[in-house]
C-alpha cells in the first residue's frame, strides 16, 4: 500500500539557520507533491506545490525539491526564524480536478530556538 | 485567498448523543469537500469525499451510517456523528480545492480552522 513517511517527527534547530524536512513516498506515482504548515489546534495552510516534471521550487525563504527516482521531497526554511515553529505536512496527488484527493505524510514539529 | 469556516470550533457532548459540524466555504464555491481526522501528533486521514448534490464516498474502514455527510449547497458541507462515543473524540478538519493564483488546476487544499470533539 503507499506510504508517506517524513523522516522526522521534530527537529530542533537555532534561529537563523537553514531547516531542511524530508518526505519519503512508496507505492505511489504522483502528479504532484504539496507542502503544508499546520499550527497547533488549526487547520493546515497550503505553502507550495511541486509538480512531477519539476525539479525544484522557490518562494520566499521557502524552497522544495522533488526526486522522483529517489521518491523524496525535501523541504528547506533559510534563514529561519522562531515564527517559523510549526508542524509541516508533506501531501502527495495525482489528479487536477475538484475532486481529486491528496493523501498526507505524518509531519514534523519543527522548532526554532532564538 | 479562499476561505474556509468550521462551526463549532470545539464542542463537548455526551456518549450516545449527535453532533453536526458545518464547514462553509466564505468566497468561492465549493462541488467537493473533504473530511479528515486528526488525532495528536498524527497526520490527517482522510474520512469521506462530500460531493455537492449527490452521496458522499467513504474511505476504507469509515462507517457511513456513523459519520452522515450531506452537501446541501456549493458553499455548506456538514458532518454529524451519530451516538457519538468517547472513541470518536477527535479534531475533525474540512478541506475545499480551489485553483491557487495563476493554476487552471485544482491542487491546493483550503483547510478550515477545525473542530475539536470530546464525548464524555
Known amino acids: 500500500s503507499q506510504k508517506i513517511e517524513q523522516n522526522s517527527e521534530a527537529l530542533n534547530i537555532q534561529e537563523g539557520k537553514t531547516a531542511t524536512l524530508t518526505c519519503n513516498y512508496t507505492?505511489?506515482?504522483?502528479?504532484?507533491l504539496q507542502w503544508y504548515r499546520q499550527d497547533p489546534g488549526r487547520g493546515p495552510v497550503f505553502l507550495l506545490l511541486?509538480?512531477?516534471?519539476?525539479k525544484e521550487k522557490r518562494k520566499e525563504r521557502l524552497k522544495v525539491t522533488f526526486d522522483t527516482t529517489l521518491k523524496q521531497s525535501l523541504f528547506h526554511i533559510t534563514a529561519s526564524q522562531p515564527a517559523d515553529s510549526a508542524t509541516y505536512l508533506c501531501?502527495?496527488?495525482?489528479?487536477?480536478?475538484?475532486?481529486?484527493?491528496?493523501?498526507f505524510g505524518s509531519g514534523t514539529r519543527l522548532s526554532i530556538r532564538p | 485567498g479562499a476561505v474556509v469556516s468550521q462551526h463549532p470550533s470545539w464542542v463537548i457532548c455526551k456518549s450516545g448523543t449527535s453532533v453536526k459540524i458545518e464547514c462553509r466555504s466564505l468566497?468561492?464555491?465549493?462541488?467537493?469537500m473533504f473530511w479528515y481526522r486528526q488525532f495528536p501528533k498524527k497526520s490527517l486521514m482522510l474520512m469521506a469525499t462530500?460531493?455537492?448534490?449527490?452521496?458522499?464516498?467513504?474511505e476504507q474502514g469509515v462507517e457511513k451510517d456513523k459519520f452522515l455527510i450531506n452537501h446541501a449547497s456549493l458553499t455548506l458541507s456538514t458532518l454529524t456523528v451519530t451516538s457519538a462515543h468517547p472513541e470518536d473524540s477527535s479534531f475533525y478538519i474540512c478541506?475545499?480545492?480551489?485553483?491557487?493564483?495563476?493554476?487552471?488546476?485544482?491542487?491546493?487544499?483550503?483547510f478550515g480552522p477545525g473542530t475539536r470533539l470530546t464525548v464524555l
Open positions: 478541506s475545499a480545492p480551489s485553483r491557487g493564483q495563476g493554476e487552471t488546476s485544482y491542487n491546493e487544499q483550503f
Open positions: 507505492n505511489y506515482s504522483p502528479a504532484y
Open positions: 511541486i509538480r512531477e516534471n519539476e
Open positions: 501531501a502527495l496527488g495525482k489528479g487536477d480536478s475538484s475532486a481529486s484527493k491528496i493523501i
Open positions: 468566497d468561492f464555491q465549493a462541488t467537493t
Open positions: 462530500s460531493n455537492e448534490g449527490s452521496k458522499a464516498t467513504y
